[in-house]
């Protein structure tokens, strides 16, 4: 965390600089990201092998779809200051029983199921390198403030039992995308960015609408 504020005041020094050196192409705008999130080393099932539970079946999906919003100001074409919140798409797991519907179709029944739920809020640095009038790259930097629920499957085979463990913190959050201007008040970007939740390697792949006012 001490990495992060130095970072950040570092990055917010250079800013105050940029603005008083060139004070033109200042402007807010606010935005909206769909994103793609998917989870490494997330494991819902630490103390049973889900081939165990047969004649059960086990089911999991590591990525989600979520969405964030975002305000911001551009001090200048090079650099401006984000503040968004949004929800993490969502990582869940389900274990299923099949029966016998009165039509004799299979039907099937969740017995347990859980998942790995995040809200976050966070503040970030934009680093901006046009490349024409209308297309430019982008980058990241910034704090991610997190809060976590993650249900598991745990005991053993002969009693499962699905224990929830909320948490909360902040990490560093980095990315790198490309950006599209249509116009002087709409652009559209492509972002994939890096963090860390709950000590999970998170990975988002963001497109985002962005409108000038």
Partial sequence: MKFITKTLLGILGLISTQVMADDGNQFDYVGLSLQQSSYRD??????????DLTPLSYHESLSGSGFRGFIG?????????????GSYGKADFKVTQEDTGTDGKPVYKTVFNGGFKTTAGDLRVVGTYPLSDSLFLKADLGALIWSNELTTLDGTVAQPETPKISDNGVSLLTGL??????????????????????NIQTQNLNLSLIVRF
């Fill in 73 to 85: 100001h551009q001090f200048n074409q090079y650099l401006s200051l984000e503040a968004g919140v």
């Fill in 177 to 198: 995308g490309v950006g599209y201007g249509f116009n002087n008040k709409v652009a559209v970007a492509l972002d994939f960015e890096r963090t860390k939740i709950a």
């Fill in 42 to 51: 997330l494991d819902f099932s630490p103390t049973i092998k889900p081939n």
